[in-house]
Structures are given as structure tokens and as C-alpha cells.
């Protein structure tokens, strides 16, 4: 039977930050070999603005709706977060079976299950597509659609044995297409062919996006210290490294197509690629934040939010010029107080919505975070 459930959110705080725990350097420290010298500001101490914090559900302070979902041992974790259209969101939750749908930017949510452990899920106006399991003879059935909005699932063969298995997946056009270990598998979604791609990255694919371009589809791959892109389906992989002395771990590639650069959220810190007055190409580290782990960012306008492990939350005003962290801040309004809470407070999926930006943590913390 399908169950669906309404969530609304509860605990507002306003949060006003001191403006000393704010200041920014002038330039990004160095990251390594191909890095470009930019500045980032005028060096001037600023205060930013203050932020507001919604809490909508966390763990011991679940909406009644949604109390069915978690017991005392376990509380769902985030495993992969998409964005659909206009204000709708889906969610897929730890252990694959449990679906979060909102349609007004986090405000309200629905859930039900789906009949089987996915790993990926990829929503759309009617078909949707996830990643599964193997079957019981080590067959790769790991691609499977549904009609019925996730609750029952086709397999797909790809005809391709699958090792490590995939967790990654994006849907673009006509096509469907998957990370698993270095390379990428694509596909078409009304035929069984599917060819390999090699990225060069050279380690385990931890990030998998696409982005418009001005010469079409750009798609984007992180791994351990690099990254790689390319133009459309024909198009070549081109390899830049992020930090060839730390080698962080890519989890997220974020565009800022109107400033012509991309954000990294890695398992070092945030990363800016960038070009030099020379039109060379160089990745920086955001050295005001530290080496803190992030998971992904997201930007509205001059506003931007990036989230990551352990609580961690930096925001910007001016596009990403100065960062202030406000981790502690975002704790404090989910009630997170002991070293061993902080350390599952993960947040993995920061969304832009037109009523601020939408967090998704470990432990089912959802918030609206707006600046």
C-alpha cells in the first residue's frame, strides 16, 4: 500500500554573525601546480548579513508524519537528492527504499517506498530511472526504470559487467549515463547499446554532473584530485588537476556560468577554477575556510551556501568572493551539541529554492537556510 505523509516545518532562528569571525584574505591561497593568482577582494572586513534557519525535521524532532520511517538505532540518511522542476525535490533515503517528494521547495514533503534498495535515483515528468543492485547470480542488472513514480521498477540489462558497482547516474536527453569506478557507461533510454567512456581522471568517480553551455551540454567528472570535462557526446575528456600535492576528493562541481567559473567541494575544502589574465586555467583553494570537507554548493544570484561534513556550512553575498563559516550557528537551531552528534550531522545536498536554500543532512535534517 502506498503511504504518503505531509511534513511542515517547525523552529525558526535568526542568527546574527560577529563580524571579526568573518574576515576574508585577499587571495585565495595557493593549490598546487596549474594554479592561476587571482584576487578575491578588496581585503576590506565586512560584516555579513545575518541568517535565518528553518529547522523542518531532525532527528528526536521528527514531524509526526514522518516518525515511522526511523526508530531509535537508525535514522535514514540522505543517499542521493535531485532536483526536478520548479520547487520539486526528491529524495532518497538510507537503506534505498525510502522516497522523500516536496513540491514547495521543502516546505511540505510526501514519502512512500519503493519495492526495492536503489542507490541512485533519477526523477522525471514520466519515466524515472535508478541504479540497483546486482542479482543473485552477479549479473549486472543495475539500471531499472519506473512508471508509477518509483514504487515499482523494470530492469534494465546493460549487458556489461559492472565493477565497482555504480552509484552515480545523470539523465540528459535522450540518454542515461553512470559512473562506476574511472569510467562512464552511457546509454539511450529506448535501446540496450551502451558504450564505455574514460574520463583520465584515474581514481574512483566521486562527482557526475552536466551543465548548459554555450556550445551545448558540458558534463563534468571529480575524482581524487582532479577533475575532468567535455563538450557533448563526441567531445574529448579534458583532465585539470585541482591540488596535485593534498589530492582531495571531488564531491561536487558547481557552474557559475554568468561569472564563467566553477566551484569544487572537496574533501580538502572549496576549490575555484578560474582563468588568468594570460588565459591559463588554474584551480584555488578557498584558504579562509580551511581544510574542512565539503559535499556541495549552490548559488542564487550573489548568494551562495556550501554544506559539508560534520555540520559545515559557509555562506557568501558576493558570489562567492568572501566566505564566513556559520557551522556552529546552523547547530546550535538542531539542537547539536556533543562532538559525537557534530560527527553524524553530515550535510550532503545544498538546493537553491525560491524560499532559500534547501539543506539535506544525515540523520533526516532537513532546513531552509535563507541570508
Known amino acids: ?30 593549490a598546487g601546480e596549474g ?9 576590506v572586513e565586512r560584516a555579513p548579513r545575518g541568517v535565518v534557519v528553518e529547522v523542518i525535521a531532525a532527528p528526536g524532532a521528527l514531524p509526526k508524519a514522518l516518525q515511522g520511517m526511523a526508530t531509535a538505532e537508525m535514522v535514514p540518511d540522505v543517499i542521493d537528492a535531485r532536483r526536478v522542476s520548479g520547487q520539486v525535490y526528491v529524495l532518497l ?12 521547495a521543502g516546505r511540505h514533503w510526501e514519502w512512500w517506498r519503493s519495492e526495492m534498495p536503489l542507490a541512485s535515483i533519477v526523477p522525471g515528468d514520466g519515466l524515472w530511472w535508478s541504479l540497483t543492485d546486482i542479482d543473485e547470480l552477479g549479473r549486472a542488472n543495475r539500471v531499472a526504470r519506473s512508471r508509477d513514480e518509483g514504487k515499482t521498477w523494470e530492469l534494465r540489462m546493460t549487458g556489461q559487467r559492472l565493477e565497482p558497482s555504480p552509484r552515480l547516474m545523470l539523465s540528459y536527453g535522450d540518454g542515461l549515463a553512470l559512473a562506476t569506478g574511472p569510467f562512464v ?3 539511450q533510454r529506448v535501446s540496450e547499446q551502451w558504450q564505455w567512456s574514460n574520463p583520465q581522471v584515474a581514481s574512483e568517480i566521486s562527482a557526475f554532473s552536466t551543465e548548459e553551455s554555450a556550445d551545448g551540454v ?38 557559475r556560468p554568468e561569472r564563467g567559473d566553477h566551484l569544487a567541494a572537496t574533501s580538502g575544502g572549496l576549490y575555484w577554477r578560474r582563468s588568468g589574465g594570460d588565459g591559463s586555467v588554474g584551480w584555488q583553494h578557498v584558504g579562509s575556510l580551511g581544510r574542512h570537507t565539503y559535499f556541495d554548493a549552490a548559488f542564487q544570484g550573489e548568494l551562495g551556501v556550501a554544506v559539508g561534513a560534520s555540520g559545515e556550512v559557509a555562506v557568501s553575498d558576493d558570489g562567492g568572493l568572501h566566505w564566513h563559516r556559520v557551522t556552529a550557528e546552523v547547530m546550535e537551531a538542531f539542537a547539536v551539541s556533543s562532538a559525537r552528534e557534530k560527527l553524524d550531522a553530515n550535510w550532503r545536498y545544498v538546493f ?20
Open 93 to 104: 533515503l538510507r537503506p534505498g527504499d525510502l522516497i522523500l517528494r516536496t513540491r514547495d
Open 185 to 187: 557507461l552511457r546509454g
Open 35 to 43: 594554479s592561476v593568482s587571482i584576487s578575491t577582494g578588496s581585503g
Open 1 to 30: 500500500m502506498l503511504e504518503r505523509h505531509g511534513i511542515i516545518g517547525g523552529v525558526v532562528a535568526l542568527l546574527c554573525l560577529s563580524p571579526l569571525a568573518c574576515h576574508e584574505p585577499t587571495a585565495m591561497a595557493h
Open 352 to 371: 537553491a529554492t525560491s524560499e532559500g536554500f534547501l539543506l539535506l543532512g544525515d540523520g533526516l535534517r532537513i532546513g531552509l537556510l535563507r541570508l
Open 218 to 255: 558540458r558534463y563534468w567528472v571529480g575524482a581524487q584530485g582532479r577533475v575532468a570535462w567535455k563538450h557533448g557526446e563526441e567531445g574529448a575528456w579534458q583532465v585539470e588537476a585541482v591540488d596535485t600535492a593534498l589530492l582531495p576528493q571531488v564531491y561536487a562541481v558547481v557552474p
